[in-house]
C-alpha cells in the first residue's frame, strides 16, 4: 500500500466524524405540526453525513415512524383522513411499499369497532402488530365498574391489539387479538364484575384510574383512555411491551397465547392468559405505591434492546416528562428470571427501583420521541418536538446530530439500521463493502476503494458505493473502513 493511501486512511482512522457515531442509515417521516401534517408526507433515509440516501412519498401524513424492511421496502402507519375516534397520535391506516414508491399492499384500521393509532410492530413472520383504540359506550363501561365518563361522547375506548395477515394488495386477517377490557378490575361495587381488591391484582387494570377523554382532542371530543404510544416485540420471550402515556406505565403481555387464551387468565408460555406480566413506571397505578415511587410521566417509545447490543434484554424508553421542561431516557433491567417470570414480592411495586442507565440534559419533548440502543452502545433519541434526531455514547457525549429544517415539524421516532441491512436486497448481486468479490469485507477492500476515489484503474461498482449515492468517495471509503475496524 502506497504512502497516500496509508495517510488517507490513517485520517480517516483518527477522525471523530468517523469514529464516534454508529455508521448506519436513520430512517424518518417528518409532519406538520397542523392540519397539514394530515395529507402528504416523505420518509428518508439519510447517512451519517446526512446525505439524503433516499425518499419515499406519501398521500397521507405519518402517524408513527416507517419501518425498514430487508428487502428494501417500508411499512408505514398514516393518518386516514376520517378516524372514528381522534387523539393526538391518530392513525388509522398501514401501507407497504417498496424501494420504487410502489404501494405493495394497504389496510385502514378506521371503523366503528377499532381506531388505530400511533404505532405498529411489523413481525419475523410477516405479520404486524397494531394498536388500536376499541369502542365502547357508557352504559358497557358502566357495568364492568366505570364511574365517570367525562367526555361528551358517553363512550371509553380502552385498547386493543391486533394481529394483522396482509392478505393481497388491500385486505388483511386477524389472527391473534388482545383487549385490556378482558383485564379489568374494580374496587366499588361488590355486584358488578371484577370486584376485587386493586393492590391483590397488578396483573390487571383498574377501570377507574384516570380520566376517560375529553373534549380538547384533534377534532374536538374524544374518549381516549389509557393513551397507548408505543408497541414491541421480543422474540425470543414471544412478547409484547407497549406504554401508556395516561397512567405513565410500560406493559409486558404474552403474545404465546391462543386469542381465547388472551382473552382469560390462563395459558400461554407464562401460564397467564392476556394478564399484564409486568408494569413498571407508576405503582400508585395498582395501589402500590405514591407520588413518590412514580418514575415514569407520559413516556414514548418503548421497546427491547437486541440481545446481541450493549444493555441487551433490558427496556428503553423516551421519559418525556422526566423533570420540568427536561425529558430523559430510561433503560430499565427487568426483574425476570430464568424462567422468565418477572418478580414481584408481596405488597411491593415491580422493580427496579431506578433506571440502570439515564440520559437527560438539554431536551425535551412533550409528545411521541423515542430511542434505540445501537449495536456498539451509543443510543439514538428523537425528541419529536423539535424534529431533532441525535446520537450519544454510554457517557452521554453528543456524537451525532441532526434537526430538519422547516417550522412547526414534528418526527415521532427515528431508528438507524446497520449498513448492510438491505444491501443485497437493493443491490442483489453484490454485498456492499465486499469490493473484490472474495465474501469477506477486509483491509482489500479499503484498499481497492482508495484506488477507486483516486481514480487508479478501477471501475466503480456498487459494492464501493457503501452510502449508495451514485459515487465513490471519501465518506465511502470512511465507512468501508468503520466496517473493517468495527466502530
Avoid at 286 to 311: E, F, K, M, V
Wanted: hydrophobic share 35%.
Amino acid at each position: 500500500m502506497n504512502l497516500l493511501k496509508q495517510i488517507i486512511i490513517f485520517i480517516i482512522l483518527v477522525s471523530g466524524l468517523f469514529s464516534q457515531a454508529f455508521n448506519g442509515y436513520t430512517i424518518f417521516s417528518p409532519t406538520s405540526g397542523g392540519p397539514g401534517g394530515i395529507t402528504n408526507g416523505t420518509s428518508y433515509l439519510i447517512n451519517n453525513s446526512l446525505n439524503v440516501i433516499h425518499t419515499w412519498q406519501h398521500s397521507r401524513g405519518a402517524a408513527s415512524m416507517p419501518y425498514l424492511q430487508p428487502d428494501s421496502s417500508i411499512i408505514y402507519p398514516y393518518r386516514v383522513q376520517n378516524p372514528s375516534m381522534s387523539n393526538g397520535g391518530v392513525g388509522g391506516g398501514i401501507a407497504h411499499i417498496d424501494w420504487n414508491n410502489n404501494i405493495l399492499w394497504q389496510f385502514e384500521i378506521a371503523n366503528d369497532t377499532y381506531q388505530h393509532h400511533h404505532d405498529i410492530q411489523p413481525l419475523p413472520n410477516g405479520n404486524i402488530l397494531v394498536i388500536a383504540w376499541e369502542r365502547k359506550t357508557g352504559e358497557e363501561a358502566f357495568a364492568l365498574g366505570r364511574q365517570v365518563i367525562n367526555n361528551p361522547l358517553n363512550e371509553m375506548w380502552p385498547e386493543a391489539i391486533l394481529e394483522i395477515e396482509p392478505v393481497g394488495t388491500d385486505t388483511a386477517n386477524i389472527v391473534w387479538e388482545w383487549h385490556l377490557w378482558d383485564h379489568l378490575i374494580q374496587d366499588i361495587d361488590s355486584t358488578l364484575p371484577n370486584y376485587g381488591v386493586i393492590s391483590d391484582h397488578p396483573e390487571l387494570m383498574n377501570i377507574n384510574y384516570g380520566n376517560v377523554g375529553g373534549s380538547n382532542g384533534p377534532g374536538g371530543s374524544h374518549a381516549d383512555w389509557m393513551h397507548f404510544n408505543a408497541i414491541d416485540y421480543n422474540e425470543e420471550l414471544d412478547q409484547i411491551v407497549l406504554s401508556s402515556r395516561a397512567t405513565s406505565e410500560i406493559y409486558i403481555i404474552d403474545h404465546s397465547t391462543t386469542t381465547a387464551e388472551a382473552a382469560s387468565h390462563a395459558g400461554g408460555n407464562s401460564g397467564k392468559g392476556g394478564d399484564y406480566l409486568y408494569r413498571w413506571g407508576n405503582p400508585q397505578v395498582y395501589n402500590r405505591g405514591t407520588n413518590a415511587n412514580q418514575q415514569l410521566n407520559s413516556q414514548h417509545g418503548i421497546n427491547w434492546i437486541p440481545a446481541n447490543y450493549p444493555g441487551g434484554g433490558h427496556l428503553i424508553c423516551f421519559n418525556n416528562n422526566y423533570q420540568e421542561n427536561s425529558s430523559a431516557i430510561f433503560e430499565i433491567a427487568t426483574p425476570i428470571d430464568s424462567s422468565d417470570n418477572y418478580n414481584i414480592g408481596e405488597n411491593e411495586g415491580f422493580g427496579p427501583e431506578s433506571p440502570i442507565w439515564i440520559h437527560s440534559g438539554g431536551f425535551h419533548s412533550n409528545v411521541q420521541s423515542g430511542a434505540f440502543r445501537q449495536p456498539n452502545g451509543n443510543t439514538l433519541i428523537t425528541e419529536a418536538d423539535d424534529a431533532h434526531m441525535f446520537e450519544v455514547n454510554s457517557n452521554g457525549n453528543v456524537v451525532w446530530n441532526y434537526t430538519f429544517p422547516g417550522n412547526n415539524i414534528m418526527i415521532a421516532r427515528a431508528q438507524k439500521y446497520e449498513l448492510t441491512f438491505f444491501g443485497d436486497s437493493t443491490f442483489p448481486e453484490f454485498t456492499l463493502g465486499d469490493i473484490n468479490f472474495d465474501g469477506e469485507i477486509d483491509i482489500q477492500d479499503v484498499n481497492i476503494a482508495v484506488d477507486m476515489m483516486l481514480n487508479q484503474g478501477y471501475n466503480p461498482t456498487p459494492p464501493a458505493d457503501i452510502n449508495v449515492d451514485g459515487i465513490v468517495n471519501m465518506e465511502d471509503v470512511g465507512l468501508l473502513v468503520q466496517m473493517v475496524f468495527s466502530f
